[in-house]
């Protein structure tokens, strides 16, 4: 068996195209919809992701704004750069990049932002509304991409054995909820790097999310034969040929899956498109 490949990069630009028509709406009634990225310090992957972002704004039509604050800043100096946009009602998304440098407490920072400018959708309330099963607002974009590669499968999901490796607030807990929803219907167990007999968890599961950030951590022949498996990892690793990215699912596990995402071009520009899904949907309740 040789698993299908889930094209994250494909589906992504088709999710875009229907934001673009979407973010060419609102700009003929108003206003293009506005997103703005903060940066703070000099963390080489946080500015291709936002580098990123903002393409995927330029493509769609979403006005963007970056701000970049030194690693010398102090948090107050963030705190006022958030409120400030928090009362700008010319602004739709807030997105602060993560991680930030040590001494701001980014959980702190994630619950100043409005609620309804939280495109990221790790506001408490965001997050607390997948527990009320409430799934029509502003969703965490990584857990939301997982939700609709799964489904693009076309296989059924319901009642099958769904096992989430990593508890992380902004990917694992939240990705749990919403496979456990009403509509989705998985049986989810939650595990991580601690948990007891990880082969076993995962050769009883019918789908894996992977989500822990260590390569190669789920060994290829503990994916059951026919399980769909969905990489959220990214790591860059050293090798002979320089320097490469892989993710927490081990290659070749795509002998043994029926369908897998890749690493790069999987889960990532899903995200993306999330994110822009969030920010069309933000600006939506204002223009």
């Known amino acids: 068996m040789t698993a299908q490949v889930i094209d994250g990069k494909a589906m992504g630009a088709i999710i875009e195209k229907g934001l673009t028509d979407e973010a060419k709406a609102m700009e003929k009634r108003g206003r293009a919809p506005h997103l703005v990225v903060v940066i703070v310090g000099d963390d080489a992957a946080s500015h291709v992701y936002v580098r990123n972002k903002q393409r995927a704004c330029e493509r769609i039509g979403i006005k963007s704004t970056r701000y970049d604050l030194p690693s010398t800043s102090n948090p107050s100096d963030l705190i006022d750069l958030v409120d400030n946009l928090n009362k700008d009602v010319g602004v739709d998304g807030i997105l602060v990049q993560s991680p930030l440098p040590a001494g701001f407490d980014e959980i702190s920072i994630t619950e100043m932002i409005d609620p309804k400018k939280d495109v990221d959708g790790f506001h408490p309330v965001n997050l607390g509304r997948i527990v009320t099963g409430k799934v029509d607002g502003l969703l965490p974009c990584t857990p939301s991409a997982v939700i609709h590669m799964l489904e693009s499968t076309g296989e059924r999901l319901a009642g099958k054995k769904a096992l989430v490796v990593g508890r992380s607030r902004i990917v694992g807990m939240p990705t749990a909820l919403l496979l456990a929803q009403k509509g989705v219907d998985a049986t989810v167990t939650i595990s991580h790097s601690r948990s007891s ?13 992977a989500a822990v950030g260590r390569p190669g951590m789920i060994k290829s022949d503990w994916v059951k034969s026919g399980a769909i498996v969905i990489d959220v990892g990214i790591n860059r690793i050293e090798t002979e040929g320089g320097s490469k990215l892989v993710g927490d699912v081990e290659k070749g596990a795509s002998d043994r ?8 071009g999987g889960v990532g520009p899903m995200t993306i498109a999330m994110l822009m899904r969030n920010t069309i949907r933000a600006a939506g309740d204002e223009v």
Do not use: E, Y
């Open 197 to 209: 007999d990880l082969q076993g968890l995962c050769l009883d599961s019918d789908i894996i999310v």
């Open 257 to 264: 899956a029926s369908w897998m995402t890749p690493v790069p």
